[in-house]
């Protein structure tokens, strides 16, 4: 079992920075690929970005790319996501996701593990 903490959400104006974390339970956190996922009011759960359980290998929506960085430190069980040039339409809660698979996937239904959820509300 693993359990998920996510932090760092809050309120910033458009164009501001957040990062948020995700901090891991458990001793295997390298063989976990990690996803990270927002859903918005009124709409469905999105993906944002993943990365592998080693950290080589990462993957993001397009309409982050460029201004998202997922990363993790498995030292410190503990998975990342900066997030610069924040729009309104970033606003969402945001929610880190860990798979059994050390592969990551763009899809919800890869990941068996997730956190509470964090909000990020960006304003305009």
């Known amino acids: 079992q693993v359990q998920l903490v996510e932090s760092g959400g809050g309120f910033v104006q458009a164009g501001g920075s957040l990062r948020l974390s995700c901090a891991a339970s458990g001793r295997t956190f390298s063989s976990y690929a990690m996803g990270w996922f927002r859903q918005a009011p009124g709409k469905e759960r999105e993906f944002v970005a993943a990365i592998s359980g080693s950290g080589r290998s990462r993957n993001y929506a397009d309409s982050v790319t460029g201004r998202f960085t997922i990363s993790r430190d498995n030292a410190k069980n503990t998975a990342y996501l900066q997030m610069n040039s924040l729009k309104p339409e970033d606003t969402a809660v945001f929610y880190c996701?860990?798979?059994?698979?050390?592969?990551?996937?763009?899809?919800?239904?890869?990941?068996?593990?997730w956190g509470q959820g964090t909000q990020v509300t960006v304003s305009s």
């Open positions: 996701a860990a798979s059994s698979s050390s592969t990551l996937s763009r899809y919800a239904t890869w990941y068996a593990y």
